[in-house]
């Protein structure tokens, strides 16, 4: 079956950058899209980007100008590059995977298992 493999998580200053990496593996099927949610503790689940496979992206207003997500669509993989970071940004990230498998066109959703970003002041 699907499952999401995340990194790039851990520490930064205020100010700093991260990029995280999510690889999507297992089984037969095409990503329709990628996307990036977070939760910070207290606080629901927020989508933070999201990209399809055709390269159409959206973020959240909070994260506009600062993040950019990508996808390597050959190796199934998303990314999500953090600048300008601050503490409000500190939050456990989820990669979310929207996909169909192959032959069968059963539709997927998968989520990571998540990685820590802690942003210090």
């Known amino acids: 079956q699907v499952q999401l493999v995340e990194s790039g998580g851990g520490l930064v200053q205020a100010g700093g950058s991260l990029r995280l990496s999510c690889a999507a593996s297992?089984?037969?099927?095409?990503?329709?899209?990628m996307g990036w949610y977070r939760q910070a503790p207290g606080k629901q689940r927020e989508l933070v980007a999201v990209?399809?496979?055709?390269?159409?992206?959206n973020y959240a207003d909070s994260v506009k100008g600062r993040f950019t997500i990508s996808r390597d669509n050959a190796k199934n993989t998303v990314y999500l590059q953090m600048n300008s970071l601050t503490p409000e940004d500190t939050a456990v990230y989820y990669c979310n995977a929207k996909a169909t498998t192959l032959p069968t066109f059963r539709y997927l959703e998968v989520w990571g298992q998540g990685t820590l970003v802690t942003v210090s002041s």
């Open positions: 297992g089984g037969s099927f095409r990503i329709n899209a």
């Open positions: 990209i399809t496979s055709g390269g159409s992206t």
